[in-house]
């Protein structure tokens, strides 16, 4: 583990593996370098890229603040990019390509960017984000916090998170529930079912692909496309067989290809 400090003075702690040109991922919620998709996507791409995978503030071994604010992530994110050369490739999932995106919107030093499922809802395909979720979710208990973002936030049917409280999984989410509402911050108006606002993304100037899975629900399909559409030159992707849970040897072609 290395550890770098934000321009907060937040401790970011930070894996480093493989040879290359520098590759960030960045995770989407309740996952962190140890739990959730990001190992198994170091591990698959480590042959060709020098990969850091880092905690998210408030997560693992990275440290926190009383008040969370969207720039200190970005800044955080700054660091860890500064730490592997001052520019690097990135590839954010779920939430984590939704900070990329902002990332890039404001000028990180990212080479190219490939965003996978950032999880809008563009249109009524899917019953709506409550706007209140921010607060709804700061109000609630760990455990309630993680059955709202999954059934309102995402989607998932009550009896799937109910099964989820059984995997071994589930403590480790618990400790970072208390971020979850960071993650519906970096949302921002993106998630209650408006076309999306192109405006929010002119900014970004380096080469973007966004991905979807193609057994992923439609209203993620659709919030992909349009992300595509209003990413200026950005290209789409759909992986065949894959859904918001992809697996690495999946999406590492993907990134991999596209960063060549």
Same mark, same amino acid.
């Given at each position: ?6 321009? /907060? ?11 290359? @040109?520098?590759?960030?991922?960045? $995770?989407? #919620?309740?996952?962190? *370098? ?20 880092? /905690? ?7 440290? $926190? ?15 860890? +990019?500064?730490?592997? =050369? ?9 939430? =984590? ?20 499922? !950032?999880?809008?809802?563009? /249109? /009524?395909?899917? %019953? ?7 607060? $709804? ?13 999954? %059934?309102?936030? +995402? ?6 998170? %109910?099964?989820?409280?059984?995997? @071994? ?25 408006? @076309?999306?606002?192109?405006? &929010?993304?002119?900014?970004?100037? &380096? ?10 629900? #439609?209203?993620?399909? #659709?919030?992909? *496309? ?5 990413? !200026? ?8 067989? &894959? ?18």
């Amino acid at each position: 583990m290395d550890t770098v400090v934000s321009k /907060d003075g937040t401790t970011i702690a930070y894996d480093r593996r493989g040879n290359g @040109p520098a590759l960030v991922l960045v $995770d989407g #919620a309740l996952c962190s *370098r140890a739990q959730g998709p990001m190992p198994a996507v170091a591990d698959a791409l480590a042959d060709r890229f020098t990969v850091y995978n880092y /905690d998210r503030r408030g997560r693992g071994d990275s440290g $926190d603040t009383g008040a969370y604010e969207v720039d200190r992530e970005l800044e955080d994110l700054a660091a860890v +990019i500064e730490a592997a =050369g001052g520019s690097a490739y990135v590839y954010g999932s779920s939430s =984590g390509a939704a900070l990329a995106l902002r990332a890039a919107a404001a000028g990180l030093p990212i080479e190219k960017l490939v965003a996978f499922e !950032p999880p809008y809802v563009v /249109d /009524d395909s899917r %019953t709506r984000i409550p706007r209140t979720w921010v607060a $709804d979710l700061e109000a609630l208990e760990p455990g309630d916090a993680i059955r709202y973002f999954f %059934t309102k936030g +995402i989607g998932l049917p009550g009896i799937f998170v %109910t099964m989820m409280k059984l995997m @071994p999984a589930w403590k480790p989410m618990k400790a970072m529930a208390h971020t979850i509402p960071y993650d519906a911050r970096i949302l921002g108006d993106n998630c209650f079912g408006e @076309p999306m606002d192109a405006a &929010q993304w002119a900014s970004i100037s &380096q080469p973007v692909r966004v991905v979807n899975g193609g057994k992923s629900p #439609a209203w993620m399909k #659709a919030s992909t *496309r349009a992300l595509a559409d209003a990413v !200026p030159g950005a290209g789409h992707t759909e992986v065949p067989g &894959q859904n918001h849970m992809i697996k690495a040897t999946a999406i590492a072609p993907v990134i991999a290809g596209f960063c060549a």
